[in-house]
């Protein structure tokens, strides 16, 4: 198969990327790299297994150059930084919404009948019974990001039934691991990298999420795809549990060593505007499809600690 991954420089996509590889597939990297790193494909790139195209997805004609002979598309690009949008109010317009746009006209015009689809778990909004189930609505987001991706969820859908595409709609738990670029752990590990004493947390602490590592998420992907056949194909995909931020910060200060330093919280039930104080997606239907995560939030939490503490490094660090 020859499967174009938007976003394949990135942290997630370069797991997939991977796994893709190691099936056999061909891969066309479109990443305009504003978050995403060659190095994470470069071997990749090297065997000529994957080959890059430097472009970013709101330019139409870099997308559909991108998008001839392509069997498969997985959209993963997005904007990774959900509070970007409470400055830069068109981000997520821009690079999620109309993003997804060219993604499926492209396809359209080439003739590329399969997508799936990153979405989020931020689609449910925060009044959503926990765990949330796919069929909880009306869906309502509370951040720009949210809105960005319930819009893409419907671009596609559209195409679905008015164009006859296949596809996989997966909406995501918070996604961590090696290779990552920004979230909790990332932003805990650099504030105690600059001070060793003293970890600011925003929020009280309680705020309480899924966690799911990423190499668990990507085989998430591809067994759905193979064990779910319907036009369209939507599932939540997360763990079994929570973890608070309380949590998180205690776990960062182990395994990073600094075992004096002060966590301070900055108060207020949420880290940010649009941020969602308590999440948890129901996975039945993941479970029943016969796949299974490996870890657990907290296990996935400290795995990823230890391995991003390696990647980023602390003081004194050789």
Not at 2 to 20: P, Q
Not at 94 to 104: C, E, F, H, M, R
Not at 240 to 255: N, Y
Not at 259 to 273: F, H, K, N, V
Request: with cysteine.
């Amino acid at each position: 198969m020859r499967a174009l991954v938007t976003g394949g420089a990135g942290f997630i996509g370069s797991h997939l990327i991977d796994r893709l590889v190691a099936r056999g597939d061909t891969v066309v990297v479109l990443d305009n790299l504003s978050s995403g790193k060659l190095e994470f494909i470069q071997t990749h790139l090297d065997s000529g297994s994957a080959h890059h195209v430097l472009g970013d997805l709101t330019d139409f004609e870099t997308v559909l150059s991108a998008m001839k002979g392509i069997d498969c598309v997985f959209h993963l690009a997005a904007n990774p930084d959900i509070r970007l949008g409470t400055r830069v109010t068109d981000t997520d317009l821009k690079q999620g919404t109309l993003a997804t746009y060219n993604i499926v006209e492209a396809m359209r015009r080439c003739e590329v009948q399969k997508i799936a689809f990153a979405s989020s778990s931020v689609v449910y909004g925060e009044n959503a019974p926990l765990p949330t189930p796919e069929n909880h609505g009306p869906c309502m987001p509370i951040s720009l990001y949210g809105a960005s991706k319930q819009a893409g969820e419907g671009l596609i859908s559209s195409w679905v039934g008015t164009f006859g595409i296949q596809a996989w709609i997966f909406r995501f738990a918070n996604i961590i691991g090696t290779r990552g670029t920004h979230g909790v752990i990332f932003d805990f590990i650099h504030k105690l990298k600059a001070d060793p004493s003293r970890l600011e947390v925003l929020g009280n602490g309680l705020q309480e999420k899924s966690y799911m590592e990423v190499e668990d998420c990507v085989d998430g992907i591809l067994h759905v795809m193979e064990h779910s056949n319907n036009a369209l194909n939507l599932f939540n995909l997360g763990s079994h549990d929570t973890a608070s931020v309380r949590r998180i910060a205690e776990i960062v200060v182990e395994e990073t060593g600094c075992s004096g330093a002060s966590i301070e919280y900055t108060g207020g039930d949420r880290g940010w505007a649009g941020d969602i104080p308590r999440a948890m997606l129901g996975i039945e239907k993941m479970l029943s499809s016969g796949y299974n995560v490996r870890f657990n939030s907290e296990e996935a939490i400290r795995h990823t600690a230890r391995a991003l503490i390696q990647e980023i490094g602390m003081p004194g660090d050789d």
